[in-house]
């Protein structure tokens, strides 16, 4: 047994009931040997749906990449639930979120977080960073799309005076666009970057199907290295665009959420959670994460969208379906993604 090892189990004999870890927590919030927290410093509201969240991680915590997202979690209701959000801050500075609320989470952060809770958290990670050579760059971005784009421009613009950025940028209206005097204020002040905003209210979505509303804002496109994040439609047809016209290692897409294969009519089933003794009917097309968080069970969850792994729960036997590939898993004692697989008949997981 290792020093500190033994130390602790000496402290949870004078400790108990309550671990050690429970009274390091009362003294130091950001104490912790289990679990990555970070206290939140600051809350600034962005209209109605909107906030940016400031805090000072503990321990562990790794600086970010600009471009980079972390897992943060809160407990709602006595249960700890776990997000991923980009950093919005620049590279170097203390990091903060930007939530957009839309759902339990988002939603739970941007109207009851305050200065001083704590947040649970995981170091950053994520490939959409910027590049490591100077390049000319076009980012494009719609609604809370533009949070990673944002940590990139606060980083690179106002230390290069050689940056070379196009930013096309789609909001709902002016009160929802997030970050607008701060992206208009650069685009007065540097050289460097062009801002392009375009409201979705009056005048529609942008058509990126075809390449005259990216050839007419942005000519040289084909010779700029792009990043795009925003709505699942954007993504999959800047995707298209740029692989139609050759080039689609020109292009970099961070996903909010998995690009899931349309709906299929495949039956469900009913899902049995064998260690929390509960069952729920569900369709072939809804994320065992969801059917079983809405049943009441405790799944372990990370990113929500195939990438983190945090979700994996061994299948005791049944078939489950990968919702981005159609793929069946069905090996007993196999670990699932719960977060993008779904059932295919009666299922039973370990969970
Ligand atoms: C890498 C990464 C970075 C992210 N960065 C941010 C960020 O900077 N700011 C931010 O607000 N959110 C961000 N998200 C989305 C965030 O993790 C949550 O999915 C979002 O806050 C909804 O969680 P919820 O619990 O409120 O909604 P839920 O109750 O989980 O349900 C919301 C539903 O909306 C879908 N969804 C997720 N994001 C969006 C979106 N932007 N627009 C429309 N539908 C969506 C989800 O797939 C889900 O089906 C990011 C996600 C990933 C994977
Ligand atoms: S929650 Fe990240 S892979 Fe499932």
């Not at 010779?223 to 047809?237: H, I, M, N």
């Not at 036997?317 to 793929?327: H, K, Y």
Request: glycine share 8%.
């Amino acid at each position: 047994m290792g020093v500190l090892k033994a130390i602790h189990r000496a402290a949870s004999v004078w400790t108990s009931p309550a671990s050690p870890e429970d009274y390091l927590q009362i003294i130091n919030p950001l104490a912790s040997a289990r679990q990555l927290r970070g206290v939140v410093t600051e809350v600034r509201r962005h209209g109605a749906r909107s906030a940016t969240i400031s805090f000072r991680p503990g321990r562990g915590w790794e600086p970010h990449l600009a471009g980079q997202w972390a897992r943060v979690g809160v407990e709602i209701n006595g249960v700890r639930q776990w997000r991923s959000y980009s950093l919005s801050a620049a590279q170097g500075h203390d990091p903060e979120i930007t939530v957009t609320a839309i759902g339990r989470v988002s939603r739970h952060l941007v109207e009851h977080t305050k200065t001083a809770d704590v947040l649970f958290l995981a170091p950053p990670q994520g490939e959409f960073i910027l590049p490591t050579g100077p390049r000319p760059l076009l980012m494009i971005t719609a609604g809370s799309g533009i949070t990673p784009v944002m940590s990139m421009l606060r980083t690179l613009i106002p230390r290069r005076p050689d940056a070379d950025v196009v930013l096309i940028h789609s909001a709902r209206n002016e009160d929802d666009a997030l970050f607008i005097d701060e992206l208009r204020t650069m685009d007065r002040q540097y050289a460097g970057l062009t801002v392009v905003i375009h409201f979705t209210g009056n005048n529609g979505r942008i058509d990126f199907s075809n390449a005259s509303a990216v050839e007419t804002v942005c000519p040289d496109w084909r010779s700029r290295k792009a990043y795009v994040c925003g709505p699942t439609e954007l993504l999959d047809d800047t995707e298209k665009l740029w692989a139609n016209a050759g080039l689609p290692q020109g292009l970099q897409v961070e996903r909010f959420a998995p690009a899931l294969l349309a709906p299929s009519d495949t039956d469900g089933g009913t899902i049995t959670f064998a260690k929390s003794d509960k069952e729920a009917v569900c369709d072939g097309s809804t994320p065992i994460l969801e059917v079983g968080e809405e049943a009441g069970v405790i799944m372990p969850s990370g990113c929500r969208m195939g990438i983190c792994r945090t979700c994996l729960t061994p299948l005791v036997s049944g078939q489950v379906r990968d919702l981005r590939t159609g793929e069946i898993h069905a090996d007993e004692g196999e670990l699932i993604q719960t977060c993008i697989t779904a059932a295919v008949g009666p299922v039973h997981l370990e969970v």
